[in-house]
């Protein structure tokens, strides 16, 4: 994996815009399409996603390691990012999900096509009720 590391002396960053300039360093060095695999956020103001048992000083770069990044960009001590090339990956388009609910307040997560145009109720064939591991669709 190649690493670039930008000793930043700007404004604060957030999120947002240390990751719009890992891209454009990324793409900078050759990758057309620049994709964030993950990221790691140091300092008071972290925000990294966490998964518990998990090194949160390192899982990070061993994920976007094994999932095909190529790219460790490093924005001044706050930010680092993997990224891959997303070129030559095909595009998925709108995902055909969407929250429903019934007449009692139930969420559902559902596969519209399945649901028809005529109705936009649950069914059992096409919905699964919203818990903690159906993600919101909206």
């Known amino acids: 994996m190649r690493n670039l590391h930008i000793d930043y002396q ?3 960053l957030n999120f947002q815009s ?3 300039l890992a891209k454009g360093l990324a793409r900078d060095n050759q990758m057309q399409d620049p994709t964030i695999m993950a990221w790691h956020q ?3 103001e972290a925000a990294t996603p966490f998964y518990d048992g998990a090194d949160p000083d390192s ?3 061993k994920y976007g390691a ?3 990044g190529k790219l460790e960009v490093c924005i001044g001590d706050d930010y680092q990012f993997i990224l891959m090339d997303a070129r030559g990956y095909e595009t998925l388009g709108e995902m055909p999900l969407r929250n429903r609910s019934d007449g009692h307040g139930k969420e559902y997560l559902c596969y519209t096509p399945m649901l028809g145009k005529a109705t936009d109720k649950p069914t059992a064939e096409a919905c699964i009720e919203l818990d903690g591991w159906a993600a919101d669709q909206y």
């Open 18 to 20: 240390a990751s719009l």
């Open 66 to 68: 094994g999932n095909g």
């Open 59 to 61: 899982w990070w770069a």
């Open 10 to 12: 700007g404004d604060a």
């Open 42 to 44: 140091s300092g008071e």
